[in-house]
């Protein structure tokens, strides 16, 4: 299995742009997750989606930020406009089941978001 | 306080000594507790979950948990350089939050 699919892996932008991530998660998991690392808040979960529906987005840290799961093979996070602070890596995780509290999350490779 | 809450280190530890990461939780209703490893640059990999009280052990790895306590731990024996990386807690099932909510992480340094 080729795991979990993240594009791009490093993404440099100017203030004020439009930033645009995107997940292909394993094949027959049944939930997707989006977390963001920095070195002063740790790994947040952002938002999950369970059968391609979105569960709790609770962790979205404002309107700024948009999530979609249009099929169960891939997610987009979005950003509009970014800003500095949202600098980090973000990552987008699986699992096979729709516990999320429960179930083994897979994580992908990460996208390292710059915002100048 | 924080929800989960790991010693960020640097723990030091030499090359074959046993490793002893630690970890609290503060929701009593917690079912789940998982133990991920990072590399510097790298993604979480998860190294093993427990959900009972006890011992478990896989491998040079041994997890401990402890509910009354809130307490969950990471013995890693034999440590190599190899070994050496970020340690998340991650606990979660509770029917507080559904979530799987991730420490800080401890860095772990073996020195040959």
């Known amino acids: 299995d080729a795991g979990v699919i993240q594009s791009p892996r490093h993404e440099v932008t100017e203030m004020g742009q439009e930033v645009t991530l995107r997940c292909k998660p394993i094949s027959g998991h049944n939930s997707l997750f989006w977390y963001r690392q920095t070195m002063m808040r740790g790994l947040e979960l952002l938002i999950y989606?369970?059968?391609?529906?979105?569960?709790?987005d609770s962790g979205m840290p404002e309107d700024r930020f948009s999530a979609k799961m249009p099929n169960a093979s891939f997610s987009t996070l979005k950003i509009q406009p970014s800003e500095p602070r949202d600098s980090a890596v973000y990552f987008c995780?699986?699992?096979?089941?729709?516990?999320?509290?429960?179930?083994?999350?897979?994580f992908g490779p990460g996208t390292r978001l710059t915002v100048l | 306080q924080k929800e989960v809450e790991q010693n960020s280190g640097p723990l030091s530890v030499p090359e074959g000594a046993i490793a002893s990461l630690n970890c609290t939780y503060s929701d009593r209703g917690s079912q789940s507790f998982f133990w991920y490893r990072q590399y510097s640059g790298k993604s979480p990999e998860l190294i093993m979950f427990i959900y009972s009280n006890g011992d478990k052990e896989d491998g040079r790895f041994t997890a401990q948990l402890n509910k009354a306590s809130q307490y969950v731990s990471l013995l890693i024996r034999d440590s190599q350089p190899s070994d050496s990386a970020t340690y998340l807690c991650a606990v979660g099932g509770s029917s507080n939050t559904g979530k799987l909510i991730f420490g800080q992480g401890t860095t772990l340094q073996v020195k040959p």
């Open positions: 995780a699986s699992s096979f089941g729709t516990a999320p509290g429960t179930d083994t999350q897979y």
């Open positions: 989606f369970n059968n391609n529906v979105p569960i709790d």
